[in-house]
């Protein structure tokens, strides 16, 4: 079984191509992914699979299911298909779309000796509001036992880790009064900003070193000459885990209605963006999907990255086993976010290593669905993380 997987992912290779290359030259920015949505649920269509669209109100987010009718678990492979503005496709969704359902068609295709159900699940504006955290709160994952994907870049990884992250925006309301005539009627709500900042930077000493501050000024008035009445500032907040961000954020809260206090202004905070969780790797999950990698050719893969941001699959990862590996689409060296990324995406390099990925990933799918040890070990992790939470 394990070599007809390996020969339909051949036998399909142009297709998929196709599907990459074609999203490519069509970028649509988050939650405006139409002609890429649409391109996937054709092909998982044309392979039999049933679509749910406009999942959890999203016009391009969708659940599609290829259901054997028999006993076993449930895989699902998650579709990126959202492009950044300028450089088209350089954090490779067109790559992560085309890949995901890639391998659950190619998985569908022996359901019927396995048993379960093989789930392609459409996840639109990763970059911006990430769609999985709305669909980890409105249930999409509830019936998931494990949650698979892949990364493109230069190099391959191990499935790592990623910061949680809330984004807090902070808005002073002051009086205006002219600041030269009269200034003494007036209340500085930049004041409060410029507080919450220094505030802020006296905090960062007393944190743990995981964590991430980093804000702007988004409003701080109109003229030199009046008192601003409204000041507006944006924060990231990130850390290692979600427990000890919470408590960060809180002393930040502190820290806005002590700088209020003292401008003599009132904050208003509010999480502006969907707040991200830290992304736990299901290392058993992450092992085999290695295991199958060199299987298929890739043998140099490096450890987890040192480096890291925030990403919606860290919610994913507290409600279902998860991995997020990377595996290399070409010898040259690019930046994540580069237009040098995406113009390699398309290559017959990447093509190649992006087939391997595909086929790593449905092995990783039937490995799951067929060793009962294997799927035990799994759960059993997982359950031990979420205990601990």
């Known amino acids: 079984m394990r070599n007809f997987i390996k020969e339909e992912a051949e036998r399909m290779k142009a297709i998929f191509f196709d599907t990459s290359d074609y999203i490519y030259n069509n970028p649509e920015l988050g939650n405006e992914e139409v002609k890429s949505s649409k391109k996937l649920i054709d092909l998982l269509e044309e392979n039999d699979f049933c679509i749910e669209k406009g999942v959890v109100g999203r016009e391009t987010a969708f659940k599609a299911v290829f259901d054997s009718k028999k006993p076993g678990n449930n895989v699902a492979f998650l579709c990126e298909y959202d492009a950044l503005p300028e450089v088209g ?6 790559i992560i779309g085309t890949s995901s359902a890639a391998a659950g068609i190619i998985l569908s295709k022996v359901l019927n000796s396995t048993g379960g159900k093989v789930y392609v699940i459409g996840t639109p504006a990763e970059e911006t509001d990430g769609a999985k955290v709305e669909m980890v709160n409105k249930g999409v994952f509830d019936d ?11 190099k391959t990884h191990e499935s790592g880790v990623s910061l949680a992250m809330d984004a807090l925006e902070f808005t002073f309301n002051g009086k205006a009064a002219h ?15 410029l507080q919450l900042f220094s ?3 006296a905090l960062r000493q007393h944190v743990k ?10 409003d701080g008035g109109t003229a030199p000459n009046v008192v601003p009445d409204k000041a507006v500032a944006r924060f990231y907040v990130r850390a290692k885990e979600r427990a000890y961000l ?8 502190d820290i806005a209605q002590g700088a209020a206090l003292i401008t003599g202004s009132t904050v208003e905070i509010v ?3 969907a707040s991200y969780d830290n992304l736990v790797t299901n290392q058993c999950l992450s092992e085999v999907f290695s295991k199958n990698l ?3 050719g890739v043998t140099e893969i490096n450890e987890p990255r040192k480096s890291f941001g925030s990403i919606d699959l860290g919610n994913v990862s507290h409600v279902t086993p998860a991995i997020h590996p990377y595996v290399s689409i070409g010898s040259k060296s690019f930046t994540a976010h580069s237009k040098e990324m995406a113009d390699a995406t398309i290559t017959e390099e990447a093509h190649e290593m992006m087939l391997k990925g595909i086929t790593a990933l449905a092995l990783t799918g039937y490995d799951v669905l067929t060793d009962k040890e294997l799927f035990k070990n799994i759960r059993t992790e997982f359950e031990g993380h979420v205990g601990a939470e």
Request: proline share 3%.
């Open 89 to 94: 496709h350089g954090c490779g969704h067109n």
């Open 179 to 193: 600041a030269a005539a009269e200034p003494e009627k007036g209340i500085n709500a930049l004041d409060g900003v």
């Open 209 to 218: 070193s995981d964590v991430r501050i980093h804000g702007i000024i988004k």
């Open 144 to 154: 998931v036992d494990v949650s698979l994907m892949f990364h493109p870049l230069d």
């Open 246 to 253: 919470n408590e960060v954020v809180k002393k930040i809260r």
């Open 271 to 273: 999480n502006y963006e």
């Open 199 to 201: 505030g802020i930077n």
């Open 294 to 296: 060199r299987e298929v």
